[in-house]
């Protein structure tokens, strides 16, 4: 495989669930990201990885919960998500957590939150 | 900080025709500027860069995009669209003088192509 990968595609889960998305890259980079896109509404950058170290966390709520255990592997924990979580979460890895390399992205994960 | 304006979230245009899809920026002494594109159910790809050097760049499928610092804009252009450009077009921008900066994307503009 190659690029990068995210699964699932689709998921739905109740207030009370608790679920994880996966993100894998096969580009050797040393940098990986998870954003938030909502409809009409700018791409929020929700944390960065760089060699497996978390380097940014944009003031995201604690049910959200990132884990990076290798640079080629990361997770969003999902625990008691409100219905305004839903939208398309989209990973992403570069080469380089600095500097202006271009971010490739997985196709995403589209969450609804019921 | 930096920010990005797409001042349009739709833009319909026929199949064959010219289009331009507007992108300003925050005024800074310098600036990296990029267009990502995401077709329907993909994430996002990069389709074009500004760093340095140049202020026209192009992709490999007919978009260009020029670097106009007096204006502060970044506008993608096409002279004529087919009906797989349809999509939506992200704008970007970020800060070289600052290294920890990340890029700022704004809120799309989606093309669509009109038989």
């Known amino acids: 495989e190659t690029g990068v990968t995210q699964t699932p595609r689709h998921l739905v889960m109740g207030m009370t669930n608790k679920k994880s998305l996966k993100c894998e890259q096969h580009l050797g980079h040393n940098a990986m990201y998870w954003y938030k896109q909502s409809a009409k509404k700018p791409l929020e950058l929700m944390f960065v990885?760089?060699?497996?170290?978390?380097?940014e966390n944009n003031s995201v709520p604690s049910r959200f919960s990132p884990e990076c255990p290798n640079s080629s592997h990361l997770f969003l924990h999902l625990h008691t998500l409100q219905p305004e979580d839903s939208a398309l979460y989209l990973c992403?890895?570069?080469?380089?957590?600095?500097?202006?390399?271009?971010?490739?992205f997985g196709e995403g994960s589209r969450l609804t939150v019921l | 900080a930096q920010s990005v304006t797409q001042l349009d979230s739709q833009v319909p245009v026929f199949e064959e025709a010219p289009v331009e899809l507007r992108c300003n920026y925050s005024?800074?002494?310098?600036?990296?500027l990029f267009w990502y594109v995401q077709y329907p159910n993909q994430g996002l790809q990069l389709l074009l860069k500004y760093l340095s050097g140049s202020t026209l760049v192009e992709s490999i499928n007919g978009f260009e995009a020029e670097f106009n610092k007096s204006q502060t804009s970044f506008h993608l252009r096409k002279p004529s669209v087919h009906i797989s450009d349809t999509a939506e077009y992200f704008c970007a921008v970020s800060d070289p003088m600052n290294r920890d900066d990340k890029i700022i994307f704004g809120k799309g503009t989606r093309l669509h192509i009109l038989p």
């Open positions: 992403a890895s570069s080469q380089d957590s600095r500097g202006p390399g271009e971010l490739f």
């Open positions: 005024s800074s002494v310098s600036v990296y």
């Open positions: 990885y760089s060699l497996e170290e978390r380097v």
